[in-house]
């Protein structure tokens, strides 16, 4: 199996810019998740997907988030109008079908807000 | 309370030495439990799972859980320099399907 895919690994942009990142599961994993990590904490659960389904976003996740798995493969995450406080690594992870599988992850998105 | 705690270290161990991590949670509606590792700039890598009460081993790595106590701990034996990472300790609660993870410990292996 290849691993999860994220795609572009840095990303500097200036304030107020829209962004949008993709993000390639593993083969066959039906679940994807994003996170958002900064520098000394662990990663924040942004939100889940189960195919091509929406399940579970977190309040962290304001308008300006948006995310879509529009065939229940590769799914993009989009900020519109970024802010300082944007700046973070943006983690995707996937997962098997099942209860309890566990979430693998790639190497994550990097984004800088000038 | 944060819903999962980890100690920030970082903890020093001497090379193969044992080293111990803990974690504690708040939630007792935790089902599962997992540890990652995570080199500086890099993503977290999965070393161990546990549902279960008990003792989990894998080649050097053994993860312990109490759930009376709300308490996940990861053992690594014979530590190696390369060893040396942040451990994250993550949570899976039964009604959601996302991991809840703490601040992670640094570890470091001195040679």
């Known amino acids: 199996d290849t691993g999860v895919s994220q795609d572009p690994r840095h990303k500097i942009t200036k304030r107020g810019q829209n962004v949008t990142f993709r993000c390639d599961p593993i083969s066959e994993h039906n679940r994807l998740y994003w996170y958002r990590q900064t520098l000394g904490q662990g990663p924040e659960f942004l939100t889940y997907f189960q195919n091509e389904a929406q399940l579970e976003k977190s309040r962290l996740l304001s308008d300006r988030f948006s995310a879509e798995r529009p065939k229940g493969s590769f799914s993009t995450l989009e900020i519109q109008r970024t802010e300082q406080g944007d700046s973070a690594m943006y983690l995707c992870a996937s997962s098997p079908r099942g209860g309890n599988q566990p979430q693998h992850f790639g190497d994550g998105t990097r984004l800088s807000i000038l | 309370q944060k819903e999962v705690e980890q100690n920030s270290g970082p903890l020093s161990v001497p090379e193969g030495a044992i080293a111990s991590l803990n974690c504690t949670y708040s939630?007792?509606?935790?089902?599962?439990f997992f540890w990652y590792r995570q080199y500086s700039g890099k993503s977290p890598e999965l070393i161990m799972f546990?549902?279960?009460?008990g003792d989990k081993e894998d080649g050097r790595f053994t993860a312990q859980l109490n759930k009376a106590s709300q308490y996940v701990s990861l053992l690594i034996r014979d530590s190696q320099p390369s060893d040396s990472a942040t451990y994250l300790c993550a949570v899976k609660v039964d009604s959601s399907y996302k991991l809840i993870f703490g601040s992670g410990t640094r570890l470091l292996v001195r040679p």
């Open positions: 939630d007792r509606g935790s089902q599962s």
């Open positions: 546990i549902y279960s009460n």
